[in-house]
């Protein structure tokens, strides 16, 4: 694939994104303001990319998207710390990192956003479990194929690709739609 071909790769699963998430997209940023409405928070999970996905939703919602708002409750689960992340890997097995944080954190009607590819992550499902068990709502962030998660989640946001790169950008810009959707049912930016 040249430099080129990849531009256009990934201008062609943008368009299919654009027509096939929007309304999802909405569904998911009016859960999260129910969430928040609730005095509940956001935990986000995911390996790598997505975990680097995780951590940029969380500190648009800790932080700001565009215009000042107040600080939104949300923690990413991948920035637990080393300690808690090497201990617990070290003491339960690597599968069990985002489960056991979510055995700490979670409260019925907190909301997990699960992110994973593959859709096959096994720590990421471990969390959803253990998240299930806590009367969470689940968001899954995956691809085409949906993998395993995609059965376990009260929505599915299914970037419309199997390569890795274009889903984790299809993450990218959804997560800049959820967050502004967020916004505007706040008022934020609204005068």
Do not use: W
């Not at 920035?79 to 985002?98: M, P, Q, R, S």
């Amino acid at each position: 694939m040249t430099v080129v071909s990849t531009f256009h790769d990934h201008a062609s699963v943008m368009l299919e994104a654009a027509s096939r998430l929007p309304e999802t997209l909405e569904q998911v940023a009016g859960e999260l303001h129910d969430c928040f409405a609730r005095g509940n928070k956001l935990l986000a999970c995911g390996n790598g990319g997505s975990a680097s996905d995780a951590e940029h939703l969380v500190a648009e919602l800790v932080g700001r998207f565009k215009d000042d708002r107040r600080a939104l409750p949300a923690l990413a689960l991948s920035a637990g710390g080393t300690a808690t992340l090497t201990a617990v890997a070290n003491d339960y097995g690597y599968d069990t990192v985002f489960a056991r944080q979510v055995e700490a954190l979670a409260r019925p009607g907190d909301l997990l956003f699960a992110i994973s590819t593959s859709g096959n992550s096994p720590n990421v499902l471990a969390a959803v479990t253990a998240a299930r068990a806590r009367d969470c709502r689940i968001v899954g962030f995956t691809g085409a194929a949906g993998g395993r998660l995609a059965s376990l989640t009260d929505i599915l946001i299914a970037a419309p690709s199997s390569t890795t790169a274009r889903i984790q950008e299809v993450h990218g810009v959804c997560i800049h739609a959820i967050c502004e959707s967020l916004d505007r049912r706040l008022g934020v930016g609204q005068s």
